[in-house]
């Protein structure tokens, strides 16, 4: 199984700060036959279902603000929110989908200072 | 739109089995995979299994291939989910999900039904 490991598992930051979090793959998710990382990344918000942020790494889901950006290949893969909003407060997921069983990260709580 | 629309919680009996149910809605039923997954109280998400709504296939994570039964009902666009043997450490939200148009990621889900396994 291919074990994904996220990190950290929680931080904290103000309205408006920069956030980057984690994903690393035991094996790298890039398909070379069309060079796609087959990686996606959801929000989890308190009580709600997971919802789908990022898919191929790097391409994001019809209606997702701009201010999520997914980026990485092979094992490492990083999700960034550009300016945090207090309606950002979840756990983050990555997941992949290269080989099965497919898995999810542990996921990254992000708390609103 | 797409929608997901699971059945209600339950309380069921340690050793007993549980059937939940997922409608789907707004697509062709039998175009998509539709994947189950698990989430324990304060943890992650593990895939349990996928069912192949055309032809009835499955293909199942190997820790739940003893656990779930998945079967579809073409006619209703309904996937039910069948957990057996129930113990404490199936005490879950299960959510069903959907596929995206070209790969395994999770695009739709369900709002997840509540299981609670206790005496």
């Known amino acids: 199984d291919i074990v994904m490991s996220q990190s950290p598992s929680s931080l904290a930051v103000s309205v408006g700060e920069k956030v980057t979090m984690s994903c690393k793959s035991s094996?790298?998710?890039?398909?070379?036959?069309?060079?796609?990382?087959?990686l996606a990344w959801y929000q989890q918000k308190p009580g709600q279902s997971p919802k789908l942020l990022i898919y191929w790494a790097s391409t994001r889901e019809s209606g997702v603000p701009d201010r999520f950006t997914g980026s990485g290949s092979g094992t490492d893969f990083t999700l960034t929110i550009s300016s945090v909003k207090a309606e950002d407060l979840a756990v983050y997921y990555c997941q992949q989908y290269y080989s099965y069983p497919w898995t999810f990260g542990g996921g990254t709580k992000l708390e609103i200072k | 739109q797409v929608q997901l629309q699971q059945s209600g919680a339950e309380l069921v009996k340690p050793g007993a089995s549980v059937k939940l149910s997922c409608k789907a809605s707004?697509?062709?039923?039998?175009?998509?995979?539709m994947y189950w997954v698990k989430q324990r109280p304060g943890q992650g998400l593990e895939w349990i299994g996928e069912?192949?709504?055309?032809?009835?296939?499955?293909n199942f994570n190997e820790k739940f291939k003893s656990k779930a039964t998945l079967t579809v009902d073409k006619s209703s666009s309904t996937a039910y989910m069948q957990l057996s043997s129930l113990t404490s450490e199936d005490s879950a939200v299960y959510y069903c999900t959907r596929s995206g148009l070209t790969g395994t990621w999770f695009a739709y889900w369900g709002q997840g039904t509540l299981v609670t396994v206790s005496a």
């Open positions: 069912i192949n709504p055309s032809n009835g296939g499955t």
């Open positions: 094996q790298s998710l890039l398909y070379s036959s069309n060079q796609k990382n087959y």
């Open positions: 707004g697509y062709t039923f039998t175009s998509y995979y």
